[in-house]
């Protein structure tokens, strides 16, 4: 590390696929091998707020051109950027913090549509609004340069993993499993860049059957897998795809796999199917690395699932703990990364490589928008 390069004071903000709320985390970086933990928190959406996300992913689905903002997706926009700048403004009052703490707010926005195959993503968020909001310079839209230059533009947090690993100097190879709406793992061994692929469905397909069932965000816990039988012909249907036979780098849009294969289960095995498909989708990849991780350290919303751990732990060759169990913050993991991908941005350091996105050279991204 360059130590005469200054530690960045920066807010990282993430609304993942699994449309729960938005994760805020505060650290200090220099963007490379420096990251100092801070304080987090989260603020959850509210039932309207989910709806009209669910509204702007089924219009978004539509859309051929990353500006077009009809309907429910506009009005999803402006809700995003709105909660953004609400939790912002309350996690500063609750810290202590004012808004001349801050060098830096990295703000993902939410993911509506994602077809790189298309050259097309589009997060919603205004990131030039909420820098005039809160007074503070923010960057934005960190997946459209990969995409533009032929890359996946996801996942783009493995440079964030890399580091963390580097730090506590794991025995390697190490993975990091992300489990938020779609599932991703970042392979980190030596001192190459590291491996990246989105590996199946996270949580997306679990939560959208509880939602279309009963009407609940979520099965909390795995309480309703812990009740059901996986059903073997249905698991096989769902793991009968190319997208699995496909080595790294590969991303997937969140609505890409069907609950079809399990309408006919019961509530109890149809969730038990879906959570053991994330599970097995997982083991999948292993086959298209360089050699079977040590150790798989599983980060997001899916690893306070312990039926979901289980499935892992019996589907995968190697041990399986948590980020919270390293001493790490598995719920603020990626929105820490996007305060360091922000660090990143601002001095010009790649945030996807050939390995993580298949972009044809390191690169750099993201919008800087001043207040």
């Known amino acids: 590390m360059n130590r005469k390069t ?10 993942g696929t699994s449309m729960d709320g938005v994760d805020i985390a505060f650290i200090e970086t220099d963007g490379e091998g420096a990251v100092r933990f801070g304080p987090t928190g989260f603020q959850p959406y509210d039932d309207a707020d989910r709806a009209l996300l669910r509204a702007a992913l089924a219009e978004a689905a539509g859309l051929e051109a990353r500006e077009r903002r009809p309907g429910a997706v506009a009005a999803a926009e402006e809700m995003v950027t709105r909660r953004h700048g609400e939790a912002v403004q309350r996690f500063l009052l609750e810290k202590g913090l004012g808004p001349g703490d801050i060098d830096l707010i990295g703000f993902h926005g939410q993911t509506v549509l994602h077809r790189p195959q298309q050259r097309l993503t589009i997060q919603i968020g205004d990131g030039a609004a909420l820098a005039r909001h809160l007074g503070a310079p923010v960057v934005y839209d960190f997946r459209a340069a990969d995409v533009a230059a032929g890359g996946q533009g996801a996942p783009v947090v493995p440079v964030y993993h890399r580091a ?4 506590a100097a794991m025995p390697q190879p190490v993975a990091l499993l992300n489990l938020g709406g779609v599932a991703n793992v970042t392979y980190v061994d030596g001192a190459s860049d590291p491996i990246a692929c989105d590996t199946g469905p996270g949580n997306a397909l679990i939560d959208d059957l509880m939602h279309a069932r009963i009407g609940e965000a979520l099965d909390r816990h795995g309480l309703t897998a812990a009740c059901g ?23 997937l849009d969140r609505n890409a796999f069907s609950r079809a ?8 095995d149809a969730a038990a199917t879906l959570t053991a498909f994330t599970a097995a989708s997982v083991a999948k990849l292993l086959p298209h690395l360089p050699r079977p991780p040590a150790l798989l350290v599983v980060c997001g919303g899916g690893a306070r699932n312990p039926i979901l751990l289980r499935e892992l732990t019996q589907r995968l060759p190697c041990r399986v703990t948590t980020a919270d169990k390293v001493g790490w913050s598995g719920d603020a993991m990626e929105a820490q990364a996007f305060a360091y991908l922000a660090v ?15 972009v044809l050279q390191p690169i750099s991204g993201g919008v800087l928008a001043k207040p």
């Open 6 to 15: 200054p530690l960045f004071r920066a807010i990282g903000l993430m609304s």
């Open 164 to 167: 963390l690993v580097e730090a």
């Open 229 to 251: 039988r996986v059903d073997e012909d249905a698991l096989s249907a769902l793991l009968d795809d190319p997208f699995f036979a496909a080595p790294p780098p590969k991303s």
């Open 261 to 268: 294969p399990v309408d006919k289960l019961s509530l109890e």
């Open 344 to 358: 990143r941005a601002k001095r010009g350091l790649p945030l996807t490589f050939p390995s993580t996105t298949g």
